[in-house]
């Protein structure tokens, strides 16, 4: 019986690995929606500056994302897009690093149509700090190398350094050659997001896109980051893409975005004048942030906290 069982077991395995790459060919023999043209010639970075002319975009074409954005990001300037959840923000460095083309107006860099060079020039021009961090299963050292192949030790450890992930993984055993795990797993989300703001670091790259990157840290050390982050977008194009307004407020322009179309823009102060929308989004912010910093003080000190707040201690 135990023969003929096995046999059995092996049968449906073969079946099931069979079925696994008919399926895998046909991923493979699916063509990208994106690709050069026969024409395209490499990018050539000389400022740069990025210019969005009259942009729009949809997923859906009954449901637009952009419509007819346009602002430009002058060379070495860094320029902060913010808004609500759904106004088309993350969709922005999409069409930047051609993920997508868009369906109306064009994007430039250095007066070239994104659509008109390669995107291996393209992508190697632009360092992006995603929200969502992607990791290979493979060492911390490794995955940080990936933003430059061949860098050396030294500038790896650099890189770390400045991005603040550096004495986290000194203090592990196997230090950078320690494995991070399937997409990341063994590292929380603040570990993932300094590895990729490290990895974006060590390739030094002429346009930087911040995709909210410091999302998922905590107050003091998304100030440490945010230090880090500043240091290295200078002189360097920048869009910055960020929930937390208080990340943005050096940005020599801000845009806030609204059901896709640019509803404000201006400096920090401009804005907080303008009492629109960023204001009423500065000023929500700005009472959360009290609660938590009043929260952080009762916990470390309850006693005192009764004694001076309470009616009974009164």
Sequence with gaps: YRPLNFIGFVYRELRQGLTDIEEMFKLLDQAAEIQDKPDARSLVVTGP???FDNVSFHYDPDRPILKNVSFEVPAGKTVAIVGPTGAGK????????????VTGGSISIDGQDLRDVTQESLR???GMVPQDTVLF????GYNIEYGRPGASTEDVRAAAAMAQVGPFIETLPK????PVGERGLKLSGGEKQRVAIARTI???PSILILDEATSALDTKTERDIQSALDVVSQNRTSVVIAHRLSTVVNADEILVLRDGAIAERGNHTALLQQDGLYAQMWNRQREVSEAE?????TADDPEGFVRRGTPAAE
Excluded: H, M, P, W
Excluded at 137 to 140: C, Q
């Design 49 to 51: 500056v990025i210019r």
């Design 90 to 101: 993350s969709t922005i460095s999409r069409l930047l690093y051609r993920f997508y083309d």
């Design 124 to 126: 190697s021009a632009i």
């Design 137 to 140: 299963n493979d060492t911390i």
């Design 175 to 178: 230090g950078y050659d320690t």
């Design 202 to 204: 060590l390739k030094a």
């Design 293 to 297: 910093e009043q929260l952080r003080r």
